[in-house]
């Protein structure tokens, strides 16, 4: 079964920092480009960031860029978040997402998502 | 405030066909056939019902249909079923630093 599992939420207080992770099985999880989108408590998804299949190039929304670190390990078939300085407004759940991709093209769109891991900042 | 903008709320009966409208710009869905739309139930992760503008998974219902004017993408839902009933998303490409963005999110209610 193709699956994705994340872990590593929690409560944290303001500034401080957690370590998200996302373990793939079920497919060749060094093939695919990943993403973390997040959606806060009742309200929408807000996309976060976005790494290579082979992790050399990551892209980050505005929001998080300087605070967030995207990275992979292929080898464990994980995908990771490093957040530091976290604020109030980081407070949502993360969800880890594989990009679609079909025999022939890779689209801008995800057709696996995990269950979702929830980071609360509070003090 | 959402990159995209998605009615709250829309509602139909069993049977009938409901559309929901995501307006964008011409940077995200004006300017790329990247739409795509996702189906959330409460408590539950997004699943995939459309990408690029009108194509569907294997697997989803064609039921489901899009499409796109302009700015403006739309998702179409026929002959409406009591397990329609969800929150829908839609989201597109956006040649900027945030590469995906998505709208506000739309609850379908089946009377």
């Known amino acids: 079964e193709v699956q994705l599992v994340e872990s590593g939420g929690g409560l944290v207080q303001p500034g401080g920092s957690l370590r998200l992770s996302c373990a793939a099985s079920?497919?060749?999880?060094?093939?695919?480009?990943m993403h973390w989108v997040r959606q806060t408590p009742g309200k929408g998804l807000v996309w976060v960031s976005r790494i290579y299949s082979d992790g050399r190039s990551t892209n980050y929304a505005d929001s998080v860029r300087g605070r967030f670190t995207i990275s992979r390990d292929n080898a464990r078939n994980t995908l990771y978040l490093q957040m530091n300085s976290l604020r109030a407004e980081d407070t949502a759940v993360y969800y880890c997402?594989?990009?679609?991709?079909?025999?022939?093209?890779?689209?801008?769109?995800?057709?696996?998502w995990g269950q979702g891991t929830m980071v609360t900042v509070s003090s | 405030q959402s990159a995209l903008t998605q009615p709250a709320s829309v509602s139909g009966s069993p049977g009938q066909s409901i559309s929901i409208s995501c307006t964008g710009t011409?940077?995200?869905?004006?300017?790329?056939?990247?739409v795509s739309w996702y189906q959330q139930h409460p408590g539950k992760a997004p699943k995939l019902m459309i990408y690029?503008?009108?194509n569907r998974p294997s697997g989803v219902s064609n039921r489901f249909s899009g499409s796109k004017s302009g700015n403006t993408a739309s998702l179409t839902i026929s002959g409406l079923q009591a397990e329609d009933e969800a929150d829908y998303y839609c989201s597109s490409y956006r040649d900027s630093s945030t590469l995906v963005v998505f709208g506000g999110g739309t609850k379908l209610t089946v009377l």
């Open positions: 079920g497919f060749t999880f060094s093939n695919y480009w």
């Open positions: 997402a594989r990009l679609y991709c079909s025999t022939t093209s890779c689209y801008y769109a995800f057709d696996i």
């Open positions: 690029d503008v009108s």
């Open positions: 011409s940077s995200d869905v004006g300017g790329y056939n990247f």
